[in-house]
């Protein structure tokens, strides 16, 4: 049997191309989740897969970037579905784990897909601080409203009362005093 897996990062991206193209390759099931690829802990529809499988079934994704963002992920993944006997395939890249090209082709991917994360975590920071030197980052709007805490204590109140009477955790009530 062939099973898809479709996966993009955010709720706003679409996965109908991935979709149709795992349809076109004669997917019978496909799961698609839309969660970040960086790590396999949260993917369920992805675990879920991962289980199902059986010896002489393939596992086919659009691109190995869709499985998995990080080497070593990608490399459990794989060691697993071969020592199950689990053919993995890409639509548009030539994977094909029964081939020692394939194989190859599939690490020199897996690092390309790595780096490409690296590389917008870098992009990432780099923006953070340039704009915290500028003073425009300030970060996330606290959410706990300190004074109150604070007036709440002067009352005579604990910590537990405090967090139950403002519907926080205790730490915040902590953190804050």
Not at 58 to 64: A, D, F, G, K
Not at 84 to 98: F, K, M, Y
Request: with cysteine; charged share 30%; net charge positive.
């Amino acid at each position: 049997m062939r099973y898809g897996y479709a996966r993009v990062s955010t709720t706003d991206q679409d996965l109908t191309v991935q979709v149709e193209a795992l349809e076109k390759a004669g997917c019978e099931t496909i799961r698609k989740e839309k969660v970040s690829g960086t790590s396999v802990s949260g993917r369920n529809e992805l675990q879920t897969l991962l289980e199902f499988l059986r010896k002489g079934d393939e596992l086919i994704v659009t691109r190995v970037d869709r499985l998995a963002r990080s080497m070593r992920d990608l490399q459990n993944i794989v060691h697993d579905l071969d020592q199950r006997g689990i053919v993995l395939r890409a639509t548009e890249q030539p994977i094909d784990t029964t081939t020692s090209a394939g194989k190859c082709f599939l690490d020199m991917l897996g690092v390309f897909a790595e780096f490409e994360t690296n590389l917008r975590k870098e992009r990432q920071m780099e923006g953070i601080a340039k704009a915290k030197s500028k003073g425009v980052y300030k970060g996330r709007k606290k959410s706990v409203d300190e004074d109150a805490i604070k007036a709440l204590r002067a009352e005579g109140l604990g910590a537990t009362e405090i967090a139950q009477k403002l519907n926080i955790s205790r730490q915040s009530v902590y953190r804050a005093l």
